[in-house]
């Protein structure tokens, strides 16, 4: 697939949001002036609905499909995918969760785009590979517990960082320890249960129309309704390849534009870097196949490290692309508002660190293989 033909997906299958993603991509990572009309612009353009089956709501297709989506708006605007992302990531919780009665609660205003939700479990997939322990904690609740309309929990803690908190409504995916023992579970907490507190917008450098915020709950009641999954680890497990590799699609879409860039500088600019384009294309492209075909097979549920190493070199691809658009739009990307240069470097500067953050993988790896050398030894 060439590079303009795919940035002629989004245009062709949507061209009222490939306009308006045009129109504020800079605003977007600048200021929270349309924070709000991010989520109701993807599910207009049916969007939300990518790779849902038509029997719930959505259009049907394939986990791939809806990579595929979270690539072609980060063509456009990286921070309007940073939300479709935590949106359709939250939507993808619902279908693998095993409550029927909260999926059938929440799903189709999520789906409408009515209700934002918000993955929440960045320090939860840390502490599946043993980055961080749990940050909030559920306590069992005063009275009977688990009687019929009674809460059963009361959840404490805190999350420094979550995208997709829409003040018009979200819900947002927390793992929490449980005190009186047995796996973590996962719950999803409404922006108006008791107790729950959004912070200000956080302070950030781009990608600032994203809604990105801290959460914090005190004693925040919850029930069985509420619970997406009672066994935390194991259901990771099976919902990280999804969880990642629809994160990998905003690195897609963002080396691609990066790479269709450098096409806007002069003839002698494009020749010089002609081979290098070429070749990052090339990777891209056999990248994104093994992405699809893994998440789709199921591979990365039982060999993260593949996926993992996918994430890396994608993030690799996406500096070497950003780094060449640059070299061949010379003076031209330093003038403000005459190009999105300057918007895809910052764009580019957060891949690496967005969670599971390049060391956090690297160092994950380093510890795997470091394993199965004294496995080896010992055997």
Known sequence: MSTHASLRGLAA??????????????????????????VPQLATAGLLRIGVPTELGGAGGTIGDAIDSVADVAEHSFAAAFVLWGQRTFIEYLLQSPNQGLRDRLLPALLSGELAGAT????????????????????????????????????????????????????????????????????????DAPGVTRSDDLDLIGLRGT?????????????????????????????????????????????????AGTDEGGPGARAAVADEVAALSEQLDTLRARLKAGVAQGDFIETPARLFELRIALADVVHGAATLEVQTGGGRGYLRGLSGVARRQREAAFVPIVTPSLVQLKNQLAAQRAQQLKTGTAS
């Open 13 to 38: 299958r949507a061209p009222a949001l490939a306009a308006w993603l045009d129109t504020h991509a800079e605003t977007l990572d600048t200021d929270a002036t349309h924070c709000g009309e991010v």
């Open 120 to 191: 929440g479990l960045s320090n939860a997939m840390k502490y599946l590979s043993a980055i961080e322990p749990l940050q909030i904690r559920a306590a069992d609740a005063p009275g009977e517990h688990g009687a019929s309309g009674k809460p059963a929990w009361q959840v404490s803690g805190g999350l420094p960082w979550i995208t997709n908190l829409r003040k018009q409504g979200f819900v947002a995916a927390a793992a929490a320890d449980h005190e009186a023992g047995g796996p973590p579970s996962i719950f999803a907490i409404a922006h």
């Open 211 to 259: 809604n990105t915020a801290a959460l914090q709950m005190t004693d925040t009641p919850l029930t069985d309704d509420d619970r997406i999954t009672d066994n935390a680890p194991a259901w990771l497990v099976r919902v990280r390849p999804a969880f990642l590799g629809l994160q990998c699609g905003m690195s897609l879409g963002l080396a691609r534009r990066s790479l």
